[in-house]
């Protein structure tokens, strides 16, 4: 079992990588899901730096060993767009298959939308960058699961907190975040990063989910 002194600096040095690769900004920010936010996290500059995506990707390997067991699940999915790099090494690390989920449905070939080798049964494990409604991740599972495997698990680095989780978990998939935006957000006004309107910001959005 990870130690709590283990989470505790995990979750610090991701707010210092956040931080240092300018992750977090704010504005005004149209969402994948449509939703406005005062707030963006770009995770898809992380692979840009590769000591911070190595990092991460770590934290996901020990994470995903001890939340889930890598004896639950036989492949790892990658998410479009930003968790597929990321889900490709966490992959590695963990010595199992990859696949990845299209956006959308190819038009020709095998018109699948589950690349990679997924036979009957395969339990799969989705991985992606950050969760705000839980839609990106419930398509994906049901992707899989068109093509006869199971998603029952799905791994993320950032809980926006904006009802993500409880939409999955009505949905039978079960979300493990490694920080949550109120986590994140409370380390970071702490240390001096993020000032106190900016750090209100933030719990305020959490708030209105």
Not at 2 to 17: D, F
Not at 49 to 74: L, Q, S, V
Not at 85 to 92: D, R, W
Not at 171 to 179: K, P, Q, Y
Request: hydrophobic content about 40%.
């Amino acid at each position: 079992m990870l130690p709590e002194k283990w989470k505790e600096s995990a979750k610090i040095e991701i707010c210092r990588i956040l931080n240092r690769i300018g992750a977090l900004k704010f504005g005004t920010f149209k969402l994948t899901s449509g939703r406005v936010s005062p707030y963006y996290i770009d995770l898809r500059v992380v692979p840009s730096f590769p000591d911070a995506f190595r990092k991460i990707c770590a934290f996901h390997t020990e994470f995903i060993k001890e939340k889930i067991g890598i004896e639950h699940f036989n492949r790892v999915a990658g998410i479009p767009v930003a968790g597929i790099p990321l889900a490709s090494l966490v992959a590695y690390g963990l010595e199992k298959p990859f696949l990845y989920i299209r956006q959308e449905e190819r038009v020709h070939g095998r018109q699948r939308r589950v690349e990679g080798i997924l036979n009957p049964g395969d339990r799969v494990l989705l991985v992606d960058d950050l969760i705000t409604t839980g839609s990106t991740l419930k398509k994906a599972a049901q992707a899989v699961e068109a093509e006869g495997g199971l998603a029952e698990d799905a791994v993320v680095l950032l809980d926006r907190e904006e009802g993500g989780r409880e939409d999955l978990q009505r949905s039978g998939i079960t979300l493990h975040a490694i920080i949550a935006m109120s986590e994140l957000a409370d380390r970071m006004y702490e240390t001096g990063t993020i000032d106190e309107l900016q750090h209100k910001t933030i719990l305020k959005q959490i708030r209105k989910k």
